[in-house]
């Protein structure tokens, strides 16, 4: 068979564990690492709009098993109105065929690194060619790593905007005597809507402000200074994210998927 189901990979559940290696943000339908919501407030783990991914004996780190950026990947095509658990873990992901030499596969993979950094800096082309040539060849576990190296690089987008957020919360909790960790789990949203961060530090429900200042002000401000680096990261990530799905299209259109 060309495929296997998610639930053969990853296993999701609606309450984080120490074993979970991502997580599937439901509410904008995206992947983030384990690493990356290691920065993320505690609260926010308890809402409804994760679901916590732990690995199968078939995925993990092993040269012969799915890496979880592997998955994310896939899963970063996906597009299912009204999500649920039971839709979800029945997707299908392109079944691996781990045969390629281990000499030969991180020779292979190093040139698609390479040539996936001729695309980012030239425009070049030639990494799309040798995940077909590679497909032809038998030889799926590259384009495996490839993926993987490509979603690495966008998880990798999505860390350097979480630190800039940090950074950012930190000023604003700084000048109000309040958590950073309870500023950073409201201001990515602030940065499409101002008014309800506004009111939920006014409130209190981010901590008990301690100073008095003139707190829209403050927030502007920061979000001014964050706002360059959102817009960067959003042109990065779509751009990334369409690379993988060319990549993915190239794959699942090769005659041997049919």
Not at 32 to 43: F, R
Not at 55 to 64: A, D, H
Not at 181 to 187: E, G, M, T, Y
Request: a negative charge.
């Amino acid at each position: 068979m060309p495929h296997i189901s998610l639930i053969d990979l990853i296993e999701l559940q609606t309450v984080p564990t120490d074993d979970a290696v991502m997580a599937i943000n439901i509410s904008h339908q995206s992947t983030l690492s384990k690493s990356t919501l290691m920065a993320i407030p505690p609260e926010m783990a308890v809402t409804s709009d994760l679901w916590w991914g732990r690995p199968t004996p078939f995925c993990g780190n092993g040269y012969q098993q799915y890496h979880p950026a592997f998955v994310m990947a896939v899963l970063n095509t996906v597009n299912i109105s009204n999500p649920t658990l039971a839709t979800l873990q029945q997707w299908q992901i392109p079944q691996e065929i781990f045969s390629t030499g281990i000499d030969v596969r991180r020779s292979m993979t190093l040139n698609a690194m390479r040539m996936s950094t001729e695309l980012f800096d030239y425009g070049s082309e030639r990494v799309f060619l040798l995940a077909q040539n590679r497909l032809d060849a038998g030889q799926t576990d590259v384009v495996h790593d490839l993926l993987v190296y490509l979603m690495e690089a966008l998880l990798d987008i999505n860390r350097q905007f979480t630190a800039e957020c940090a950074l950012r919360a930190e000023s604003i909790a700084a000048y109000l005597g309040i958590s950073p960790a309870k500023v950073l789990l409201f201001i990515k949203p602030a940065l499409a809507d101002i008014k309800p961060f506004i009111k939920t530090l006014q409130s209190g429900s981010a901590g008990s402000v301690k100073r008095q200042i003139d707190l829209p002000a403050l927030v502007t401000a920061q979000l001014e200074l964050l706002r360059p680096h959102a817009d960067a990261a959003e042109k990065q990530e779509t751009y990334m994210r369409d690379v993988i799905s060319t990549v993915l299209n190239i794959w699942e259109g090769h005659p041997s998927m049919r």
